[in-house]
Nanobody
Framework: QVQLVESGGGLVQPGGSLRLSCAAS????????MSWYRQAPGKQRELVAY????????WYGDFVKGRFTISRDNAKNTVYLQMNSLKPEDTAVYYC???????WGQGTQVTVSS
């Protein structure tokens, strides 16, 4: 079955960086579009970025453009989210998603605070 396991979250100061990883299994990763969502307390889950397959075309929410980068390693069945210049408003649980279905990981907490 589809499994998505996120890692890399943590506590970071404003302006800092984190790299999230999502290890995928149970499906053909190399032909699957993948995305990252986030959900802050009291707010709806929102799409942060996605990357297509093949070709690796990317899309970003306006709130992360120029700061976050999504990438994938098909040899490792892993999708990444490099987050730079983090802001307190980036604090949320970040989820990996296999697009086109209701497939989610357990999430990883990102907290940006001084």
């Amino acid at each position: 079955q589809v499994q998505l396991v996120e890692s890399g979250g943590g506590l970071v100061q404003p302006g800092g960086s984190l790299r999230l990883s999502c290890a995928a299994s149970g499906f053909t990763f190399s032909t699957s579009d993948m995305s990252w969502y986030r959900q802050a307390p009291g707010k709806q889950r929102e799409l942060v970025a996605y990357i297509t397959a093949p070709g690796g075309r990317t899309w970003y929410g306006d709130f992360v453009k120029g700061r976050f980068t999504i990438s994938r390693d098909n040899a490792k069945n892993t999708v990444y989210l490099q987050m730079n210049s983090l802001k307190p408003e980036d604090t949320a649980v970040y989820y990996c998603n296999k697009m086109g279905g209701d497939y989610w990981g357990q999430g990883t907490q990102v907290t940006v605070s001084s």
